[in-house]
């Protein structure tokens, strides 16, 4: 059984800041791609920033030089640093973790609950 336990979201006024957390345990042997994605009211899902466990990013165009991904591998934690915001980036954000329960085992793809982010003044 696996856990991702997210938090750091809330409100914070345009120009600000948060840094989401997502913390996996459980029966890991080995993470993968972990990444964050959010969905905003009456929108679908999307990727917003990823990272490889080598350390490779991809970030969504929208939010380029305001996000930053990162992992800490031997916590088994993957960070949203999240800079001036704006109202569009109000959304819930989740993360998604790729795990292997041992060795040579498959990856499954496992999410977070969510977080909620609201940009507002």
């Known amino acids: 059984q696996v856990r991702l336990v997210e938090s750091g979201g809330g409100l914070v006024q345009p120009g600000g800041s948060l840094r989401l957390s997502c913390a996996a345990s459980?029966?890991?042997?080995?993470?993968?791609?972990m990444g964050w994605y959010r969905q905003g009211a009456g929108k679908q899902r999307e990727l917003v920033a990823r990272?490889?466990?080598?350390?490779?990013?991809n970030i969504l165009d929208s939010v380029k030089g305001r996000f930053t991904i990162a992992r800490d591998n031997a916590k088994n934690t993957v960070y949203l640093e999240m800079n001036s915001l704006k109202p569009e980036d109000t959304a819930v954000y989740f993360c998604?973790?790729?795990?292997?329960?041992?060795?040579?085992?498959?990856?499954?793809?496992?999410w977070g609950q969510g977080t909620q982010v609201t940009v507002s003044s």
């Open positions: 990272i490889s466990k080598g350390g490779i990013t």
């Open positions: 459980g029966s890991i042997f080995s993470i993968s791609a």
């Open positions: 998604n973790v790729g795990i292997s329960h041992y060795s040579g085992g498959y990856y499954s793809s496992y």
